[in-house]
């Protein structure tokens, strides 16, 4: 079975911090792909990175950066000065790299970021 | 390049009603899924499309909701009838296969029972 846990409901910061958002993921497949979207008030979910298993090496885009720990089963995400636009859900998914590759989201971390 | 489109975007309806919800994928995109997203949660898999063929609806339920892409390209989701319960945002996603499976996702249908 495959789960995804995202134990933070809620964050609020003020602009300009920075803020990670964790998680936790659960499979017995060895290969997959991990996946963080954003969903703003618009309700649209947006692709942020994808990640493959067999791939541990941390990277960044912009303010935005991924660190996937297979060890711990983690894959966390930080975003750097925060700015009051990143306000939004953010879910963290799990797909096994078979036929199929459906997402399992995780419940989502509610970032509000004031100015 | 067009995203996903889906139509209505909001829908309300009385509870054994029935309705149905349409998606119109990324050209070229062979693979199309719908979601449910009850307020709070996170998406959840109903049914995946590779073309016109069903890869995975064991999460849909059949007693209710039926889904279709006859065309291989665009999708109708239906619930007939409709439960308190189904009130949710309905989402459909596309990716070019479920090899690449970065899955782009449209504005959803908001679904209200009353």
């Known amino acids: 079975a495959q789960k995804v846990t995202q134990a933070q409901t809620e964050i609020s910061v003020v602009e300009k911090e920075d803020v990670t958002l964790d998680c936790v993921y659960e499979?017995?497949?060895?290969?997959?792909?991990l996946f963080w979207y954003k969903q703003p008030p618009s309700g649209e979910l947006v692709f942020l990175i994808r990640r493959n298993s067999f791939d541990e090496q941390n990277e960044i885009s912009g303010r935005y950066s991924w660190n996937f720990q297979k060890s711990t089963s983690s894959f966390n995400f930080t975003i750097t000065a925060s700015q009051v636009v990143d306000s939004a859900v953010y879910f963290c998914?799990?797909?096994?790299?078979?036929?199929?590759?459906?997402?399992?989201f995780g419940a989502g971390t509610i970032l509000r970021v004031k100015s | 390049e067009a995203g996903v489109a889906q139509s209505p975007r909001y829908k309300i309806i009385e509870k054994r009603q029935s309705v149905a919800f349409w998606c119109n994928p990324i050209?070229?995109?062979?693979?199309l899924y719908w979601y449910q997203q009850i307020l709070g949660q996170g998406p959840k898999l109903l049914i995946q499309f590779q073309n016109n063929g069903v890869v995975d609806d064991s999460q849909l339920p059949k007693d209710r909701f039926s889904a279709e892409r006859l065309k291989g390209v665009d999708s109708t989701l239906k619930i007939q009838p409709a439960k308190l319960e189904d009130s949710a945002v309905y989402l459909c996603?596309?990716?070019?296969?479920?090899?690449?499976?970065?899955?782009?996702f449209g504005p959803g249908t908001r679904l209200t029972v009353l």
């Open positions: 499979t017995r497949d060895t290969t997959y792909y």
């Open positions: 998914a799990l797909s096994p790299m078979e036929y199929g590759n459906k997402l399992v």
């Open positions: 050209s070229g995109h062979a693979t």
């Open positions: 996603a596309s990716s070019l296969s479920f090899l690449r499976n970065e899955q782009f």
